[in-house]
């Protein structure tokens, strides 16, 4: 058994001035927003969701980007918007968002 039902890596690595990458793109805050919206949601904690910064994921054209495990399903997203429909239907209702999907 996993520890979480979820694990959720949002790629938040700082490149030099002028380089793409995901932080550059507000990928710290939708990190945080994430974070607090599943605690606020009650899905923090053992047997449920866990959401972490991660160093360079690779996918640096894609981005910004975060990952789901154990699924593995990788997504690109724009705002909060995108973000709270990954968590309602991914992360709550266990529906990969098909139109964010990388």
Request: charged residues 30%; contains cysteine.
């Amino acid at each position: 058994m996993n520890h979480f039902k979820h694990h959720v890596f949002f790629c938040c690595n700082q490149r030099g001035e002028g380089e793409t990458c995901c932080n550059a793109l507000g990928a710290t805050d939708m990190q945080t927003y994430a974070k607090d919206r599943i605690a606020a949601l009650g899905l923090k904690g053992k047997g449920k969701v866990r959401i972490n910064k991660a160093g360079c994921l690779d996918r640096c054209d894609e981005g910004p980007v975060l990952v789901v495990y154990p699924e593995g399903v990788w997504y690109t997203y724009v705002d909060r918007e995108d973000v709270e429909e990954i968590i309602q239907e991914h992360l709550v209702n266990g529906r990969v968002v098909e139109r964010l999907r990388i």
